[in-house]
């Protein structure tokens, strides 16, 4: 349903001549499965789903979505996505009903399937009692709710969730795990990004732990478990990170130790 293989995305910097936002990223997430897409800010996990969504080209490396590859075939994967986060632009002049019938015709949907469509996606989401509230006067579940309605109401296989809970309390967050859960029950493929421990192991059937651009594990809790014989996944997960700077810094030493031999000789 979904591969990611090598993906690698690098930017000019003028300090280091390069700076590598991702770096050699692989995985793939299979049709009633969330996949989760665990990292600290600026591990590099927004830039892996931007390239997904066709959002950015990758500098190497290939994805596909539903079949169709990313760089070939990008209208195909728009059509073929869904996409939430936490910062979905709601317009205030329009209801509820009002954006998710504009989304819907904008991915072409005729008319007469559209209005059965919307009015399935509203009962599914319970959203009824917000269908003609106007944006502006919309809470943040309210927004959330329109932000899910709108990337489902095309009925994509794929599904993003890219730091969608962020900034919802408690009761709207729990709802909205409640819907993610229903749509992979649905069959839907999806990647759910996040660095909230408790909403991986309540949801995820596999994750991968991305830090500074590159991929540190990949597997169920279950087999990251047995594999770093750690039971505690929070504990699991910041011990990857340290090890890895620990790596990291060793490695930078050991470059300035050879470039201080190479200036005596």
């Given at each position: 349903m979904l591969e990611a293989v090598e993906l690698t995305k690098s930017y000019p910097d003028?300090?280091?001549g390069q700076f590598v936002a991702l770096d050699r990223v692989s995985f793939s997430v299979g049709a009633g499965e969330i996949f989760g897409l665990l990292g600290p800010n600026g591990?590099?996990?927004t830039t892996a789903l931007r390239i997904l969504s066709t959002v950015l080209r990758?500098?190497?490396?290939?994805?596909?979505?539903?079949?169709?590859?990313v760089n070939t075939h990008p209208y195909e994967?728009?059509?073929?996505?869904?996409?939430?986060?936490?910062?979905?632009?709601?317009?205030?002049?329009?209801?509820?009903?009002?954006?998710v019938e504009y989304f819907g015709k904008l991915y072409g949907i005729p008319a007469d399937q559209l209005d059965e469509r919307m009015h399935r996606v509203f009962e599914q989401l319970n959203m009824q009692e917000?269908?003609?509230?106007?944006?502006?006067r919309m809470s943040t579940g309210m927004k959330q709710k329109v932000s899910i309605a709108r990337a489902i109401i095309h009925d994509p296989p794929v599904l993003v969730f890219d730091e969608a809970s962020l900034g919802l309390?408690?009761?709207?967050?729990?709802?909205?795990?409640?819907?993610?859960?229903?749509l992979r029950d649905a069959g839907k493929c999806i990647i759910f990004s996040t660095h909230i421990m408790r909403e991986v192991e309540r949801l995820c059937d596999r994750v991968s732990?991305?830090?500074?651009?590159?991929?540190?594990?990949?597997?169920?809790?279950?087999?990251?478990?047995?594999?770093?014989?750690e039971q505690d996944f929070e504990e699991?997960?910041?011990?990857?990170?340290?090890?890895?700077?620990?790596?990291?810094?060793?490695?930078?030493?050991?470059?300035?130790?050879?470039?201080?031999?190479?200036?005596?000789?």
């Open positions: 003028l300090v280091t591990a590099g996990k990758p500098t190497s490396g290939h994805a596909k979505v539903n079949g169709f590859d994967v728009r059509h073929s996505i869904g996409f939430v986060s936490s910062n979905t632009a709601i317009y205030d002049r329009m209801t509820a009903w009002e954006m917000i269908r003609d509230v106007a944006g502006a309390d408690v009761l709207v967050a729990r709802a909205l795990l409640n819907i993610i859960s229903e732990i991305l830090y500074r651009g590159r991929t540190l594990a990949t597997g169920s809790l279950p087999e990251l478990a047995a594999t770093y014989q699991l997960f910041f011990r990857l990170l340290h090890e890895s700077d620990q790596e990291r810094m060793k490695n930078v030493d050991a470059a300035a130790n050879s470039s201080e031999t190479v200036g005596v000789l």
